[in-house]
């Protein structure tokens, strides 16, 4: 989820089976998380490698289930747009499934979520120099419901065609979809409504957020009965703008809804990791988008409604005032090593090692070659950043070095 500095505002392996699913899984939010989550792909910046490695996971998700191309994209299913600074290629995906009923063969359902996140110190990061942010609930999780969702349909298609993307750059500024829904490829006057999913896969006491219900004229009627039979603790909202893609739709004349489980305390930090997404929660959120879906795939046609203003959680500024607080206190616990090296090619070599500092309290010694900090090899400047970047004063380090020829291993504790 993209913020301002205001609260307000790869691999070509897929998931799990080869057959379209009939029903939605754990298992497979779980592969596509720990994918898209993990620590090769650095966080997922936007017009960066592990940005575009996010985008080919996608697409070949896309081609395994069956979409296909937009018809008027050559058999791209990436779709490029330009950022200014600084100066990038980012890359949309998108794909297409059919419907069943020839009469509504140009009246698209569209979800979508972005795969973009904040990656090694990049937009909207909230961790230290150096910090890998994985972004496994923001928006892994919504990314990986798109993909499950469209697996789903593919075995179970709806009378209305659907358009499955995900968004680069939304951590930029919404930059992706709205790319996207201003070059008008999507032919915006053939959406029916979208579905924008970011964030949901931190269900907690079985709170989920749905917003832009005030979006088109139908919505509280059609979906008013879908919610009242959930067993979600539901907080509704009419507005139709947020800090997500949803707004690009909406300020594209689209009826959208938003679906949230809300700010948590690792939200653009290093903490953000799959081992921490509730996956039979996001499981039983996606049940309900389903039927939220398929309820409105009922119905032959919806009338806009530009219901603006933020859209958001009634307790969000005050999440985010609270998270901005323990960011804070996190940053005084900045932990130091006390030492400088000298570079030389691919080897780092002892030139300083600070009196009482947590390094020479460890025995390290200025000549010192390094080889490896916290598991990593070092190899550069870059790398040492890395394996010092989370450390917080009391934290142990462990290092190996070769002192005259032998290699030593050392453990200091950061100060």
């Known amino acids: ?42 966080g997922r910046e936007s017009g960066r490698e592990g940005g575009q490695l996010a985008a080919n996971y996608v697409e070949s998700n896309f081609r395994r289930v069956g979409l296909k191309p937009l018809a008027n994209q050559d058999g791209a299913y990436q779709i490029e747009f330009e950022i200014k600074r600084p100066d990038l290629t980012c890359r949309n995906v998108v794909g297409v499934l059919a419907g069943t009923n020839p009469d509504y063969a140009d009246s698209y359902i569209a979800i979508g979520g972005h795969h973009d996140h904040a990656g090694v110190g990049g937009p909207g990061a909230m961790g230290f120099p150096g910090e890998i942010h994985n972004g496994a609930d923001d928006n892994a999780s919504g990314t990986s419901g798109v ?39 999507l032919d915006n006057d053939k959406i029916m409504f ?78 953000d990791d799959a081992d921490k997404i509730n996956y039979e929660g996001e499981v039983r959120v996606l049940n309900l988008v389903n039927e939220v879906i398929k309820t409105l795939d009922s119905a032959p046609s919806l009338e ?46 002892l030139s300083k090692v600070t009196v009482d500092s947590a390094a020479s309290e460890s025995g390290l010694m200025v000549g010192d070659v390094l080889l490896q900090v916290n598991g990593r090899d070092i190899t550069s400047m870059e790398t040492l950043r890395r394996s010092l970047a989370g450390g917080l004063v009391g934290e142990e380090v462990s290092m190996i070095v070769t002192r005259d020829g032998v290699k030593k291993t050392f453990k200091a504790t950061l100060k």
């Open 1 to 42: 989820m993209f913020i301002t500095s205001i609260i307000l505002l790869a691999a070509q392996s897929a998931a799990a089976p080869v057959a379209p699913a009939s029903d939605i899984r754990v298992a497979d939010l779980r592969a596509h998380i720990s994918f898209l989550a993990s620590e090769e792909l650095e």
């Open 147 to 185: 993909l499950e969702l469209a697996e789903y349909y593919a075995a179970n298609p709806l009378e209305h065609p659907i358009i499955f993307m995900t968004f680069s750059a939304e951590e930029r500024g919404l930059l992706g979809s709205k790319a996207l829904v201003d070059s008008n490829v």
């Open 194 to 271: 979208m579905i924008n999913l970011d964030m949901i896969g931190r269900l907690d006491e079985d709170y989920l957020f749905v917003g832009g219900l005030g979006t088109a004229t139908e919505l509280h009627d059609l979906l008013d009965p879908v919610f009242e039979k959930s067993d979600l603790e539901l907080e509704l909202n009419d507005k139709g703008e947020a800090p997500s893609d949803n707004t690009s739709f909406f300020h594209g004349g689209i009826p959208a809804l938003f679906f949230f489980t809300n700010v948590h305390a690792d939200y653009h930090m290093p903490g």
């Open 304 to 349: 806009f409604v530009k219901y603006g203003g933020m859209g958001m959680p009634a307790d969000f500024d005050t999440r985010m005032r609270e998270h901005y607080r323990h960011i804070a206190e996190r940053r005084v616990m900045k932990g130091k090593l006390g030492i400088r090296a000298d570079v030389a090619g691919e080897i780092l070599t």
